[in-house]
């Protein structure tokens, strides 16, 4: 069974930073996409970024210049800093791999638990 764990949400001011992790577990062999998602009170869930294997990176316009996806692939986890934060950012984020390869085959469309980010003076 595969696993993604997200840590590091909480309570920030507005302007402050937040690192969040998600480490992915059980038996994986590779993983080529990993990313973010939020969603918001009373909202859809929506892309934040995704990073893949190789080092690519995609973003959502509302995060650019702001936020940055990375990845350690030999911990087979990934991070999103979070800098310059707004109250719009008051979400829950989650951690997702469309596919995570494991010695007992694929896993599609993986998600975190999810973890709280509340942006509030």
């Known amino acids: 069974q595969v696993q993604l764990v997200e840590s590091g949400g909480g309570l920030v001011q507005p302007g402050g930073s937040l690192r969040l992790s998600c480490a992915a577990s059980?038996?994986?062999?590779?993983?080529?996409?990993m990313g973010w998602y939020r969603q918001a009170p009373g909202k859809q869930r929506e892309l934040v970024a995704t990073?893949?294997?190789?080092?690519?990176?995609k973003y959502a316009d509302s995060v650019k210049g702001r936020f940055t996806i990375s990845r350690d692939n030999a911990k087979n986890t990934v991070y999103l800093q979070m800098n310059d934060l707004k109250p719009e950012a008051t979400a829950v984020y989650y951690c997702?791999?469309?596919?995570?390869?494991?010695?007992?085959?694929?896993?599609?469309?993986?998600w975190g638990q999810g973890t709280l980010v509340t942006v509030s003076s």
């Open positions: 997702n791999a469309p596919i995570v390869a494991t010695i007992k085959g694929a896993y599609h469309k993986v």
């Open positions: 059980g038996s994986i062999l590779g993983i080529n996409t």
């Open positions: 990073t893949t294997s190789d080092g690519s990176t």
